[in-house]
């Protein structure tokens, strides 16, 4: 029988022993090579083929999801070369015989080569020459390709994957995934945002002690909270949002390049400001499951109920942690940051400010998108063609109503005539009244940004 009849016999399908396996001297893992010599030892230089041979024993098989791929070998019947998986091949080959692997590594296989579940057979695919391999190979290692080659896992989903194996690596991972996924529950992140968070960022901030013990995490790797659930969720929120929203010079709060002590001080600022969480638990236990992440206690409850952080008349800020702002405009972003900073007992005068500078920015912004915005439009006619079009667009409740009532009485507290006529001369609100007029605009707000971050024209 000729050699190509033998070799169209042997396609496809086969379990061939490890002392007929070659290596691709050509393999693009490394420059090309002469002799095989040369590419067992440019693999185990730089391919980390002695942990991965310690793998493979101690497994006792390669991976059923991760077939060889050879082609025969010219002039040496019944024997094959390793076009998909050289890795494999040469720490199956090193670990059957280690005299043919590097100094360094000889007495680590050694050890192993002794070992009864060292595989001496293995599962291949027989292609009938290197052209044939190669479209395989391709979708094998050259990426995404629009879909058709191999999508690699995000971190997340690396965690995810990872399930209940304690060694995997992965794992580090697993209280950032748990709080974004969280957040998302809550409705205090979009799944978008979720999308742009860095999560070895996170990571590296929850996985530092003094960071966590402010956040009002107990476990490095679960869900564990020994302070009141909204005050910690708004404070991870907080933490997740530093790490999205530049500073005006560009830089970021929360970022990848920290150090130790640089997470520490954030978080210590995060408690100067009073977002960190204050109210103590009796013991350490697992958050309740995820429901919308609320500023106030439920209209449900009944009987005298302990004000939580977020009540106005405990809260030190303006602005709620859990006021979020996806829409893209740096104004926006800045307003809201400083009200989440700005400490109202101390500057109720810019904190009214700043009130209205972000309610009729909002409103603006909301006119502009429907096209109902003019030059030179007074603060009522502003307010009014912002709550006929919210009405329009079917919005109804206290987001309407609210804000028709600024239209229609210009010296109640919360509209924008009043938040003016006070940083003109007139009366300073309190800051517990300002509290409350942000709570006031709050569904209104709320409603216009909807339709700004839905981009809907």
């Known amino acids: 029988m000729s050699n190509q009849n033998q070799a169209q016999e042997q396609l496809g399908d086969q379990r061939i022993a490890v002392s007929r396996l070659h290596l691709n001297l050509n393999n693009p893992r490394h420059e090309p090579v002469s002799s095989e010599a040369e590419a067992i030892a440019a693999l185990c230089d730089d391919e980390l083929i002695a942990e991965l041979a310690k793998d493979i024993v101690e497994r006792g098989a390669l991976s059923p999801l991760e077939v060889l791929g050879v082609i025969p070998m010219e002039g040496n019947p019944g024997h094959f070369v390793s076009v998909e998986g050289n ?99 809550r409705g205090a992140l979009t799944p978008q945002q979720r999308k742009q968070v860095n999560l070895t960022t996170i990571t590296r901030y929850l996985g530092t002690p003094g960071v966590r013990a402010i956040l009002g995490l107990g476990s490095n790797r679960e869900l564990i909270y020994t302070h009141d659930v909204d005050e910690v969720d708004g404070a991870l929120l907080r933490l997740v949002e ?115 500078a972000l309610v009729e920015q909002v409103m603006t912004l909301y006119a502009k998108s429907v096209r109902k915005h003019r030059p030179g439009m007074t603060d009522a006619a502003l307010t009014q063609a912002c709550a006929d079009e919210l009405k329009k667009s079917g919005v109804t409740g206290k987001a309407l109503t609210n804000l028709e009532k600024a239209a229609g009485a210009m010296h109640t507290g919360h509209s924008l005539h009043s938040l003016g006529h006070a940083v003109h001369g007139g009366t300073i609100p309190t800051a517990n009244d300002l509290k409350k007029h942000f709570d006031t605009w709050r569904p209104s707000l709320e409603a216009m940004l909807d339709h700004l971050e839905g981009g809907k024209p």
């Open 242 to 356: 530093d790490s999205l929203t530049p500073a005006e010079d560009g830089s970021y709060r929360v970022h990848s390049r920290s150090s130790s002590s640089d997470r520490l001080n954030y978080a210590h600022e995060l408690k100067a400001q009073g977002v960190a969480p204050s109210t103590l638990l009796d013991r350490p236990h697992a958050p309740p499951a995820a429901t919308k992440l609320r500023t106030q206690p439920e209209n449900s409850k009944t009987g005298p109920q302990k004000r939580s952080a977020a009540h106005p008349d405990t809260r030190k800020r303006l602005i709620p942690t859990d006021f979020r702002i996806s829409y893209k405009d740096p104004i926006l972003a800045r307003l809201r940051r400083e009200g989440l900073e700005l400490e109202l007992n101390d500057f109720t005068f810019s904190g009214n400010y700043l009130l209205r």
């Open 87 to 185: 890795r494999r091949t040469c720490a199956l080959i090193v670990a059957n015989d280690p005299s043919r692997a590097p100094d360094a590594i000889r007495p680590q296989l050694r050890a192993l080569s002794s070992r009864a579940n060292l595989p001496k057979e293995v599962k291949v695919f027989v292609f009938a020459d290197e052209a044939e391999a190669q479209q395989w190979i391709q979708l094998r290692h050259l990426g995404a390709q629009g879909g058709a080659g191999t999508k690699d896992w995000t971190a997340t989903q690396q965690n995810r994957a990872a399930g209940g194996s304690k060694g995997a690596a992965a794992h580090a991972n697993t209280l950032a995934v748990s709080v974004l996924d969280r957040l998302v529950a």
